[in-house]
């Protein structure tokens, strides 16, 4: 369950990156793959995680208890945000 802050944050990113002249900011691979059907948000995952941290913690480092996470995904990495109660932020 995430907390309204969490839930706002979480809604603002993607009102952000779901606008279609963001992603002339995304490595060309990613505009390729979501011109080819990729989830519209491919791509976004390290800054969505980054403005994230920023909003919800005010630091990068040791920001209230939320962690940075990465995974490989589809043969390439993939980043979220754990929140303190374990929620994925993503």
């Known amino acids: 369950m995430l907390t309204e802050k969490e839930n706002q944050a979480v809604k603002m990113i993607h009102l952000i990156i779901e606008n279609p002249e963001m992603r002339r900011y995304l490595k060309k691979q990613y505009q390729k793959s979501i011109q080819q059907g990729a989830h519209p948000h491919t791509g976004f995952c390290s800054m969505a995680c980054d403005a994230l941290r920023r909003i919800l913690g005010g630091q990068v480092r040791g920001f209230g ?13 993939h980043y979220y945000i754990k929140t303190p109660q374990g929620a994925i932020l993503d």
């Open 65 to 77: 208890g939320y962690k940075l996470m990465r995974v490989i995904h589809e043969g390439g990495p």
